[in-house]
Nanobody
Framework: QVLLVESGGGLVQAGGSLRLSCAASGLTFSSSTMGWFRQAPGKEREFVSR????????YYADSVKGRFAISRDNAKNTLYLQMNSLKPEDTAVYYC???????????????WGQGTQVTISS
């Protein structure tokens, strides 16, 4: 059974930083494309970032490029999302996901985490 468990969400002021983590089990993490999505209140879920199995290739939504950094530790079966220069519009539930490349839309996702709330105050 694949299990993805996010942590690290919370409430921060605009301009602050947070680091999300996603602990994975039940899959061969070191060969899995991993990604982050988010869903803001009243909006559809959207792609945030993805990383290749080796960590050598990353991709970001334009809205977070230059502010967010995705990374992974295959020895710990853990995915990360470092979020800097946070804005109120980054407020959302953030989901860890895995599935088929390019892992850019819900259609590519095989497994979701339960989500972690990120709230940015202005």
């Amino acid at each position: 059974q694949v299990l993805l468990v996010e942590s690290g969400g919370g409430l921060v002021q605009a301009g602050g930083s947070l680091r999300l983590s996603c602990a994975a089990s039940g899959l061969t993490f070191s060969s899995s494309t991993m990604g982050w999505f988010r869903q803001a209140p009243g909006k559809e879920r959207e792609f945030v970032s993805r990383i290749s199995w080796s960590g050598s290739t990353t991709y970001y939504a334009d809205s977070v490029k230059g502010r967010f950094a995705i990374s992974r530790d295959n020895a710990k079966n853990t995915l990360y999302l470092q979020m800097n220069s946070l804005k109120p519009e980054d407020t959302a539930v953030y989901y860890c996901a895995t599935g088929q490349f390019p892992l850019y839309s819900d259609d590519n996702v095989a497994y979701w985490g339960q989500g972690t709330q990120v709230t940015i105050s202005s």
